[in-house]
Every structure is written in C-alpha cells, then in structure tokens.
Nanobody, 126 residues
Framework: QLQLVESGGGLVQPGGSLRLSCAAS????????IGWFRQAPGKEREGVSA????????DYADSVKGRFTISRDNAKREVYLQMNSLKPEDTAVYYC???????????????????WGQGTQVTVSS
C-alpha cells in the first residue's frame, strides 16, 4: 500500500529554519514526482515546491523562492523541504504528494497528484 508520511514540522521563530521530510513506503519513490503543498486555516491548498523523479527538474512558488530548497534521496525513499528565513505567513499544514508523472508547468497544482500524506504543522511565531 502506497503511503507518504511527513515529519519535521514544529514551532519556530521568524527567521528560523526547519527541514521537512516526506518518507515513502509501499512503493518505489525513485519513479515518482513529489510535490510539497501547504494549507493555512481558511485558505486554499497552495503548491510550494515540486521535484521530478530524477531530481533534475524543480519548481518553486514565487513566495518561497530563495528561501526553500527541495531535494530527494531515492535510496532512502525520502524527499526533503529545507525552509529558511521563515515568515509568519509560512504558517500552515504542509503536505507532500506523489504522482508517476511530473506535470511540468502544472507541477504546483494539487490536482496533478494522486497520493497524499497526512500533513505536518509548521508554525512561525515569536
């Protein structure tokens, strides 16, 4: 059974850093594109970053460019989201999602992904 599990969330002060992990089980992660999304209370789910199965193609939302870095370790079946210079507006539940195909210009669209983790809370507050 395909399963994604996020971890690494927590409470951090503005300007701080967190690294989120997305661990895969039940399937071979190296064949899948992975996206990170977030959803704040009362807001729609937003695409944050995405990475192709090979890791050669990466996309970021404008709101996180220069602050967040996505990477993957297929041998460990994990994808990471390094988040630096965090702002209060980054507060949200963060989800990872997988799909067999990298959607190119649609890589930050939730509808392009078939399987989702349960999410991890990130709170940026002083």
């Amino acid at each position: 059974q395909l399963q994604l599990v996020e971890s690494g969330g927590g409470l951090v002060q503005p300007g701080g850093s967190l690294r989120l992990s997305c661990a895969a089980s039940g399937f071979n992660l190296e064949h899948y594109a992975i996206g990170w999304f977030r959803q704040a209370p009362g807001k729609e789910r937003e695409g944050v970053s995405a990475i192709s199965s090979s890791g050669h193609t990466i996309d970021y939302a404008d709101s996180v460019k220069g602050r967040f870095t996505i990477s993957r370790d297929n041998a460990k079946r994990e994808v990471y989201l390094q988040m630096n210079s965090l702002k209060p507006e980054d507060t949200a539940v963060y989800y990872c999602a997988s799909d067999l195909f990298y959607a190119g210009s649609g890589s930050l669209q939730a509808s392009e992904y078939s399987d989702w983790g349960q999410g991890t809370q990130v709170t940026v507050s002083s």
